[in-house]
């Protein structure tokens, strides 16, 4: 119901921080800036190394595939005042959510 990108689905999850790295096609929780337990209906991929983030935001898993997909949604045309809006809307139309195979 607000502007896009702002979140707030009406709920929080915890952070569950572990020892997985924020590398190129990790998947991590979004979050307010508030605190780590904020998190709600937003990811992110990290597009490049971001170790930073690295036990302040929850990693929960990693692209197998799709890094030409990552690096083109990296290179669209951005603009607005902090230069991170793209100019045309980016749409992600499906995922696969693969299982944990466990060694």
Request: glycine content about 12%; some cysteine.
């Amino acid at each position: 119901t607000g502007m896009p990108g702002t979140g707030n689905p009406g709920y929080t999850i915890n952070a569950e921080f572990n020892d997985t790295k924020h590398r190129r096609g990790v998947l991590s929780m979004a979050r307010s800036p508030s605190g780590p337990n904020t998190a709600g209906c937003q990811f992110f991929v990290c597009h490049a190394d971001a170790q930073h983030l690295d036990g302040q935001y929850t990693a929960f898993g990693k692209l197998e595939q799709g890094y030409e997909t990552l690096d083109a949604i990296a290179n669209v045309r951005v603009a607005g005042p902090q230069g991170s809006t793209p100019v045309q809307p980016v749409h992600l139309h499906a995922a696969v959510v693969l299982p944990v195979l466990k060694q």
